[in-house]
């Protein structure tokens, strides 16, 4: 998501402080950044960072699409909150900025779970990222809790108990990928996507093959190697026309759903 900046002001010192934690499978909480100068009066917008749950294959591309979108709001309230410096009362900010900014995350929001929906089951209670704050985010709520069915059984991967599940990877989440390098990381976005198919379409063609770790071994573990290069590759991409993103390889484990 975007960075905020502040122009420094004569006499004054300016802290600028970045914070970006990407989402992942286990649930936590990120804050976009912020800056503020010594008396405080200069402060941007910072949003919850979405914790997308495994993305199938089919919904990537347009989740992709959201998480970025999400990120232009973000950019856009915060232009709108430096060019409108001094303008309305007490509530402005509030009525004017991030009121609408939550409308707008929410229906992006809403659009991830759907696309996640028509492939697989869909997630609920991401609108719960919807709500941005001034210096800081605010702290989101827990996950809304959801009944499954008892026959969906605890099978940890073998063989006979992969009967009927899929593999399911997270999401990548990607910040601001320069213009020069997005052919080539929306490329390597499509290898993952073809990557997990063929990992879904040797689980189906396995069933019952094996020991109680054959899905592990012969599946999930190539996957999560040939994931690390391409998620490599994403960061090599980036880095030769922009900041180097570091850590993408906590994208490259799946598991079985």
């Known amino acids: 998501m975007s960075r905020a900046h502040a122009k420094p002001e004569r006499g004054k010192r300016v802290l600028v402080a970045g914070i970006a934690v990407a989402a992942s499978l286990t649930a936590a909480t990120a804050v976009a950044a912020f800056a503020m100068n010594d008396g405080g009066s200069t402060?941007?917008?910072?949003?919850?960072?979405?914790?997308?749950?495994?993305?199938?294959?089919?919904?990537?591309?347009?989740?992709?699409?959201?998480?970025?979108?999400?990120?232009?709001?973000?950019?856009?309230?915060?232009?709108?909150?430096?060019?409108?410096?001094?303008?309305?009362?007490?509530?402005?900010?509030?009525?004017?900025?991030?009121?609408?900014?939550?409308?707008?995350?929410?229906?992006?929001?809403?659009?991830?779970?759907?696309?996640?929906?028509?492939?697989?089951?869909?997630?609920?209670?991401?609108?719960?990222?919807?709500?941005?704050?001034?210096?800081?985010?605010?702290a989101v709520s827990s996950p809304p809790t959801t009944s499954r069915s008892s026959s969906t059984g605890t099978g940890s991967g073998t063989g006979s108990s992969a009967s009927g599940k899929t593999i399911e990877c997270p999401l990548p989440v990607l910040q601001n990928v320069p213009a020069r390098a997005q052919a080539e990381v929306d490329r390597e976005l499509a290898n993952l996507s073809k990557q997990q198919a063929e990992a879904n379409d040797r689980l189906r063609t396995s069933a019952g093959q094996g020991g109680p770790n054959f899905v592990q071994n012969a599946i999930l573990g190539p996957l999560a190697s040939k994931r690390t290069a391409a998620l490599d590759r994403i960061a090599i991409a980036i880095g030769r026309a922009g900041t180097r993103p570091q850590g993408l390889e906590r994208f490259a484990t799946c598991s079985l759903k």
């Open 43 to 138: 402060q941007s917008i910072a949003c919850p960072q979405p914790v997308v749950p495994a993305v199938p294959a089919q919904a990537q591309a347009e989740v992709q699409r959201e998480l970025a979108n999400l990120d232009k709001q973000i950019a856009e309230a915060n232009n709108r909150l430096r060019t409108s410096a001094g303008e309305g009362g007490p509530n402005f900010v509030q009525n004017a900025i991030l009121g609408p900014l939550a409308s707008k995350r929410v229906a992006a929001l809403n659009r991830i779970e759907t696309a996640i929906g028509r492939v697989a089951e869909k997630p609920e209670g991401l609108e719960r990222f919807a709500t941005c704050g001034l210096g800081q985010a605010p």
